[in-house]
């Protein structure tokens, strides 16, 4: 009798994973097989022990655990820092999404100090270009900026406006600080840990893949000055 109880609950387990399956979508599916999977193949493991499969019943416990501890260990590894990379020039503070790519940034000077990039419209960003022109460090941001947000804004100025994409402007020797911030790690960062964060970000940003060729030449800098110290 004490069988026919266990196995009836084992095919309720089943059953309810089952219907959950069916009325979850793709995202909030995986999420939950994340949590619930390790607990569900971890029940029906005890309840197989229960009724006396044992070696079998062991088995699905051992697998559920090594599930639970892979699982945690990736969002552990998620949460991890490097996700976002920052730069800072004499006018502009930006920030770089690892993930997606994106920039966001404060303005640190000018009529417009104070106020995010984002809360200005392309007429606003192009009067800020101009205050910038005797700084070309900070007028390099904010080219890269207005071309991942308005790719066609150089149709909006003079011709000669392309002239400033040669060259890689230097305000001065990047500080130790700054190459962190720049790669997106903490200070102390191992050699290893310093390669990763720069061959993942030129990945996303270096020129032949449409990205900047400002911030790969930052990225670059920084990864020499962390690692000048380290060979």
Not at 37 to 43: A, K, N, T
Request: glycine residues 12%.
């Amino acid at each position: 009798m004490t069988a026919i109880l266990y196995a009836a609950a084992l095919l309720l387990v089943i059953g309810l994973a089952g219907y959950l399956l069916l009325k979850a979508d793709a995202a909030r599916l995986a999420a939950s097989l994340r949590l619930a999977g390790p607990l569900i193949v971890g029940v029906l493991g005890l309840g197989l022990i229960l009724i006396g499969r044992v070696g079998v019943g062991a088995m699905m416990i051992s697998a559920a655990l090594a599930w639970y501890g892979s699982s945690r260990s990736r969002r552990q590894a998620r949460k991890s820092p490097g996700s976002r990379s920052n730069v800072r020039t004499a006018a502009l503070e930006m920030e770089l999404d690892h993930d997606s790519g994106d920039l966001s940034g404060t303005i640190l000077a000018g009529t417009f100090e104070g106020r995010n990039l984002a809360e200005l419209d392309l007429p606003d960003l192009l009067d800020l270009a101009r205050e910038l022109s005797s700084d070309e460090e900070s007028l390099r941001l904010l080219e890269t900026y207005l071309d991942g947000r308005f790719p066609v804004w150089r149709e909006h100025v003079q011709a000669d406006a392309g002239d400033r994409q040669g060259g890689t402007p230097r305000s001065g020797s990047m500080t130790k600080e700054e190459a962190y911030e720049i790669l997106g790690l903490e200070a102390g960062a191992g050699p290893a840990d310093i390669r990763k964060a720069h061959r993942r970000l030129m990945q996303r940003l270096h020129p032949d893949v449409g990205g900047s060729s400002f911030l790969a030449a930052r990225i670059n800098e920084a990864k020499d000055v962390l690692l000048s110290g380290q060979r």
